[in-house]
């Protein structure tokens, strides 16, 4: 398992993203992943997760309605489309994937991934 996360960048406030995270291994359809943020001095936080199929999701409080993260598992790959951003969303993020397989509902603990992407820089000016 290799994960590699791109589309970070510099938008504006009220600005759009899409993360996208390529697995190159051969075993991505059957884990589910989750995509972490950490901004300088915090800890690193669960944003958002999608199980193995793809039929269920989670979101953290602070983006639930403004992000959405789905998957295409013919690709091995993992997306994560931002909306509206804010200031408040700065940080490095993170594409991660579950440590059991076929686990039905996304964990949100960081403890439960097992491998993780290097991580793409995400800055939103006021």
């Known amino acids: 398992v290799q994960l590699q996360a791109s589309g970070g960048g510099l938008v504006q406030a009220g600005g759009n993203l899409r993360l996208s995270c390529t697995d190159s291994?051969?075993?991505?359809?059957?884990?589910?992943m989750a995509w972490f943020r950490q901004a300088p001095g915090k800890e690193r936080e669960f944003v958002a997760g999608?199980?193995?199929?793809?039929?269920?999701?989670d979101y953290a409080d602070s983006v639930n309605g403004r992000f959405t993260i789905s998957r295409d598992n013919a690709k091995n790959q993992v997306y994560l489309q931002m909306n509206t951003l804010k200031p408040e969303d700065t940080a490095i993020y993170y594409c991660a994937m579950d440590r059991l397989p076929a686990r039905r509902i996304p964990t949100t603990s960081n403890l439960e991934y097992h491998y993780w992407g290097q991580g793409t820089q995400v800055t939103v000016s006021s």
């Open positions: 999608i199980n193995w199929s793809g039929t269920m999701t």
């Open positions: 291994g051969r075993t991505f359809s059957a884990y589910g």
